[in-house]
């Protein structure tokens, strides 16, 4: 399977299984599908479906080029990874093993985000804060059912887990007594919205947390629109200050700024160069998942000027880079030399089996999203995961399990996106939330474009 396009001046083509990317010619790129079904086609036929354009010399240069390129492996590769996932999801059955855990150290907030997938934080629920008690055994359970695996991963989480701090410092340093113990590494993350950020959650945040989370959402009008105190107050002018010392105090790396674009700021692209701007290097703006119903969703006709921002945001990178103003942006982030594993190229975060989310009193779920939905309760931190059933339907969950996956150039790239979205877009994890594909197709597009772009310095 191959994928051309052309984006910002460059003729790119991907070659789906290897992972192979081409930056070609014209002819090159012209003559491709003509070979995609028989590399072996003769040069007069080639001349012939080229058409006036090119004279055969040229022609069979290009063919030559392209049949060098096949034989090598690296274009009209072969897809040899999904015999691979039926062992791959028998092994995640027989001997599972978690990696990774969101704890809601609160389920209560101090922001009435208008796009909260929470509801204010309470997951359509009840106000709580998890206990010492209740984490600690959410750490024994991570320690007991990771195996031999030495690297795992805590995100404190909400509503707003500062609002619960002392619980969050209590855990950080009972994880670290069993460190050694136990052959383990814990990397810790805090999402914070800032509010409540001072200078000792942050020196803490400093000494302990490998990724720190600022929830904004860009210019001020587009976070105070959407982003507002429990009391109707924006929340910018707070939180801008505080965020710039928190990127300062950790020299621009591990960490985010992290937003949500919406209908009523389609143009996020200046956003995103407002938060750059303001002096943060590490960026991420996501597109919101809501009800259709909601002013602020997506909506249909939002589609091409949102993929037209992501061409005007990659090119400003371009050239914000070139100019020495180093600038990441989370979803253009992409890795064409090592990358993912192949099962987390197949199966994605592994949300429901290597990744839980914790609720305050205990209960699992395959991830936040999933939270206060009691249908994907897998179990809680005393007895672990009791609906086997369950967890083996997200352990089974792959690019192959999704037909509109199969035939996609994204698939190992997104490794068949997000579960939550497609359950809440179509009634099934193995659905697809069509316009989450759109524009992550565009994104993956708009990463290799850059990749191309900046290997030319």
């Not at 354009?53 to 063919?63: C, L, Q, V």
């Not at 009209?76 to 001997?95: G, R």
Request: charged share 30%.
């Amino acid at each position: 399977m191959i994928h051309r396009y052309r984006n910002n001046g460059y003729n790119i083509v991907l070659d789906v299984n290897s992972g192979a990317v081409h930056v070609v010619d014209d002819i090159v790129y012209d003559l491709i599908p003509f070979m995609e079904e028989d590399q072996d086609v003769s040069d007069d036929e080639l001349i012939k479906a080229a058409g006036s354009g090119y004279d055969a010399k040229e022609i069979k240069e290009a063919a030559d080029e392209i049949r060098t390129l096949a034989k090598e492996g690296t274009l009209f590769s072969k897809d040899v990874f999904e015999p691979y996932i039926e062992s791959f999801t028998k092994a995640k059955n027989e001997k599972p093993v978690i990696k990774a855990l969101c704890l809601h150290i609160a389920h209560d907030c101090n922001l009435r985000c208008a796009y909260c997938f929470a509801g204010d934080g309470e997951y359509h629920g009840r106000k709580a804060l998890m206990s010492y008690e209740v984490g600690k055994k959410a750490l024994d359970l991570l320690i007991a059912s990771s195996g031999n695996r030495v690297n795992l991963e805590v995100d404190f989480f909400g509503g707003e887990p500062t609002l619960n701090f002392d619980v969050v410092k209590k855990l950080v340093e009972y994880g670290r007594s069993r460190e050694k113990e136990c052959n383990k590494r814990f990397r810790f993350t805090l999402t914070t919205n800032g509010l409540l950020l001072d200078e000792k959650i942050l020196d803490f945040a400093n000494s302990e947390m490998g990724n720190l989370v600022l929830s904004i959402d860009g210019r001020k009008e587009v976070n105070d629109r959407c982003r507002p105190t429990a009391g109707g107050k924006g929340s910018y002018d707070v939180i801008m200050p505080k965020f710039k010392k928190a990127a300062q105090s950790r020299n621009q790396t591990n960490y985010y700024v992290r937003g949500t674009y919406t209908h009523y700021n389609t143009d996020f692209a200046k956003d995103v160069l407002h938060l750059h701007d303001e002096g943060f290097e590490q960026i991420s703006v996501e597109p919101v998942v809501s009800d259709p119903k909601e002013p602020y969703a997506i909506k249909d006709e939002d589609i091409p000027v949102l993929l037209e921002q992501y061409d005007i945001l990659a090119k400003e990178i371009i050239e914000r880079r070139r100019n020495g103003r180093f600038i990441n942006f989370f979803h253009f982030m992409i890795d064409l030399e090592g990358g993912p594993c192949v099962a987390k190229r197949l199966s994605g975060c592994g949300a429901g089996t290597e990744y839980l989310a914790v609720t305050p009193w205990g209960d699992l779920y395959p991830c936040h999203q999933f939270v206060g939905n009691e249908d994907f309760c897998l179990g809680n931190v005393d007895e672990g995961i009791k609906n086997t059933e369950l967890a083996s339907k997200f352990a089974a969950c792959n690019v192959y399990t999704k037909k509109e996956c199969r035939d996609c150039f994204a698939k190992f790239y997104c490794s068949g996106g997000c579960m939550a979205n497609s359950y809440h877009a179509t009634g099934d994890i193995n659905g697809n939330y069509e316009t989450g594909c759109i524009l992550q197709r565009k994104r993956i597009e708009c990463a290799i474009m850059i990749k191309a772009a900046l290997s030319e310095e």
